[in-house]
């Protein structure tokens, strides 16, 4: 991993500044992306903007920044993207500090603001070096989420696209599953999500293996492809659907055929159930089986205590095979449902026994 520390004067910065919607914001002339398309924008309030106005005025050291070289020679900012853009702003004339726009100053003034020198860090170095780099360096600022890490790893065409499907206000892809998918499209959650899903989990060798390619219309069709698969299998929608790993269902289940009204209606009986705790894992239990998605209720303290005194201490399994230890301590039991939840057997007083834990775990095991 190369990082080299340069002196770069505010005048090259911002030669060429461009602050364009749709394009993004460019400075360096041309060479330096500082906004990229569709990266979260977070706006300096003018306390804070003025206030790198009046350092660089003063002399005094802004914060080291850091860019990111790319292949082609160009660079993208990774921290330092509010303090570039508030003094290019400020030269550009878009506002004022203490009444004073960039061109009321005295030439002594404004020359001395483009003469003033930025610490600059560029970081170069394989995609796996730049991102553990990335991942221990102490970000000034808002701290950026592991997704926005990777985006500064894996730049290109594929991650371009990727952005403009993703990772907008109001994109296509949050407005296709917000009622799935939680998280921010600005915070690059919507887009974590998604390479989640098709990644099953390994998203930074899927970013790596597609870093180069012209589009990301695979990873949006197949996003697509599991929304609408959701909206066909469970067709009833419940807040509880949101943020389910849905992508892990899809890939397991997508090729089965359901009879999507006895799905509902088994839906609607396990979010009726108090002894579900988990209704969230309703979705997850229904397709794969698995009780442990549900959280189911477990005994009070109370009711364990009632069922040890009825049972006088004994574990009704260690008597039936005459085993020379019947009795325990009651931190050596367990409570159990003596018919099984699955069998309809509810978490009560009246179907709650004590078994020791070899016992237990044996039938929790079949």
Not at 46 to 65: D, Q, S, W
Request: overall charge negative; aromatic content about 12%; proline content about 2%.
């Amino acid at each position: 991993m190369k990082i080299e520390l340069y002196e770069i004067a505010i005048a090259d910065i911002a030669k060429n500044y461009i602050d364009n919607a749709e394009e993004g914001v460019v400075g360096y002339d041309g060479k330096l992306n500082i906004r990229p398309k569709y990266q979260r924008e977070f706006v300096y309030d003018e306390r804070k903007r003025n206030a790198v106005i009046n350092t660089i005025m003063n002399g005094f050291p802004l914060n080291v920044m850091y860019w990111v070289k790319n292949e082609d020679g160009t660079f993208e900012v990774l921290d330092g993207q509010q303090r570039t853009i508030s003094f290019c702003q400020y030269i550009n004339g878009d506002f004022s500090v203490n009444s004073r726009f960039f061109h009321n100053l005295t030439e002594t003034e404004k020359q001395q603001i483009l003469d003033y020198k930025v610490l600059v860090y560029f970081c170069e170095g394989n995609d796996r070096e730049k991102l553990d780099w990335f991942r221990i360096i102490n970000i000034a600022g808002e701290r950026l989420t592991e997704q926005e890490l990777r985006n500064a790893t894996y730049t290109g065409a594929w991650l371009t696209h990727a952005k403009s499907i993703f990772s907008k206000s109001n994109c296509a892809a949050y407005l296709l599953a917000k009622d799935f998918v939680g998280g921010s499209p600005i915070r690059q959650e919507i887009l974590e999500t998604a390479l989640d899903w098709i990644s099953n989990g390994n998203i930074e060798d899927y970013m790596s293996t597609h870093q180069h390619a012209p589009n990301a219309n695979e990873l949006w069709t197949y996003f697509r492809n599991v929304i609408e698969w959701i909206k066909l299998t469970f067709i009833k929608y419940r807040k509880e659907m949101k943020g389910v790993n849905w992508g892990a269902l899809y890939d397991e289940f997508h090729e089965q055929t359901y009879d999507t009204a006895q799905l509902e209606q088994k839906v609607a009986e396990l979010m009726a159930d108090d002894d579900v705790g988990n209704k969230k894992g309703i979705y997850q239990y229904i397709l794969t089986g698995k009780e442990r998605f549900l959280n189911i209720r477990a005994f009070t303290d109370s009711q364990k205590r009632q069922a040890y005194e009825r049972q006088n201490g004994t574990c009704p399994h260690c008597v039936a095979e005459h085993r020379e230890k019947t009795h325990y301590e009651i931190t050596e039991m367990e409570g159990d449902h003596i018919t099984p939840w699955c069998e309809g057997g509810k978490t009560t007083i009246e179907n709650c026994q004590m078994l020791c834990k070899e016992h237990n775990r044996l039938k929790s095991s079949r």
